[in-house]
């Protein structure tokens, strides 16, 4: 087991690692919209929160050996389900087929305030 670090997302904010490698599959911990260059949420609404979630777990992944189009697993959370469609036209830019499978719910809340989370499982 192997914990990942990059300081090109943002740092844990609790007792968890950006990721950890097993037995050659990369589990990431869900990632939320925050700039790693700031340490603040980038601005505007679900669109850019999405593409910088999504890009934070890509770094993530680029730092473990790896890149999105070896996701197997993906979960949105989302903190408004009528934030769907615009999350999935941005979701679609970062992931081509065969598409990982999927899992998006939306919750009470999400750390900071963010509108949304995104969590992969990717292969080596």
Do not use: C, W
């Not at 890149?67 to 992931?95: C, G, P, Q, R």
């Amino acid at each position: 087991m192997k914990a990942i670090h990059t300081n090109n997302a943002p740092a844990a904010i609790g007792p968890y690692s950006q990721a950890i490698e097993v037995n050659g599959f990369v589990f990431a911990s869900g990632q939320i919209p925050i700039n790693p260059a700031t340490g603040n949420f980038v601005e505007g609404g679900i669109t850019e929160q999405t593409t910088q979630a999504i890009t934070n777990a890509q770094n993530i992944l680029k730092e473990a050996g790896t890149d999105l189009s070896h996701v197997i697993k993906t979960t949105v959370y989302l903190a408004d389900m009528s934030d769907f469609a615009a999350m999935n036209e941005v979701y679609a830019k970062f992931f081509t087929e065969p598409y990982p499978a999927r899992s998006a719910v939306a919750v009470k809340e999400l750390p900071k305030g963010a509108l949304v989370e995104v969590e992969v499982l990717a292969a080596k």
